[in-house]
């Protein structure tokens, strides 16, 4: 840590901050992921047409508010990436397909019985978490240390690495894991 007051010092504050955020963030992902699965189980239709009408609302969104926040470039990005997926989930995803989508969920449910996967899952998951934590700090540190000069491209592409491989490592668990899971459900086993 700098001296206090300093111009660009990190503060306790900041550190408390962060971590106060990381922790809000995780517990509303796992209370999300709760009731994502609630619905899935009960009416998997209305998920299914909500996620895909609901997406380009919230780009949408996203986009009015860089907009207004002064952000022009992200807030016509937005707007494009909006109007494409908006324009894709109107032409595309007619109805009929919803429904074999809904029956898609419905299978998906098949790891709601078995809470086994949601222990992996969730131990998964917040290993990411931490991960991203744990990298966002070494960067931070290595932003620190380089003292506002220029930062080696090379050790900014070992840095994306690290971050790219250790999140695929726990996504790739959970894949893993629900496949071996839905194939033992599928052949009967």
């Known amino acids: ?4 007051g300093a111009a660009g010092s990190v503060t306790e504050a ?13 517990g509303c992902a796992i209370i999300f992921a709760a009731v994502w ?6 009416e998997p239709l209305v998920v299914v047409e909500t996620a895909c009408r609901g997406f380009p609302v919230l780009i949408l969104v996203g986009a ?3 907009l207004v926040s002064g952000v022009l470039v992200l807030g016509i990005i937005l707007l494009v990436v909006a109007a494409i997926f908006g324009s894709y989930v109107y032409f595309c995803l007619w109805p009929r397909r919803y429904a074999c ?6 299978v998906s449910c098949v790891f709601c019985k078995h809470p086994g996967m949601f222990l992996v899952a969730t131990v ?3 290993g990411i978490c931490a991960w991203v934590v ?9 932003v620190v240390m380089a003292g506002g000069g220029p930062l080696n491209p090379g050790v900014l592409i ?6 790219y491989w250790g999140c695929q490592v726990g996504i790739w668990v959970i894949h893993i894991t629900a496949a071996g899971l839905l194939s033992r459900f599928y052949f009967n086993e």
Request: zero cysteines.
């Open 14 to 26: 900041d550190y408390d901050t962060l971590v106060g955020a990381v922790a809000v963030s995780m």
């Open 124 to 126: 998964a998951v917040l």
């Open 158 to 163: 070992l840095f994306g690495l690290l971050l």
């Open 101 to 106: 989508a809904a029956l898609l969920e419905q």
């Open 64 to 66: 009015v508010v860089a």
């Open 134 to 142: 744990v990298w966002t700090f070494a960067v931070v540190g290595m």
């Open 1 to 4: 840590l700098q001296g206090e």
């Open 37 to 42: 699965l609630l619905l899935l189980q009960y």
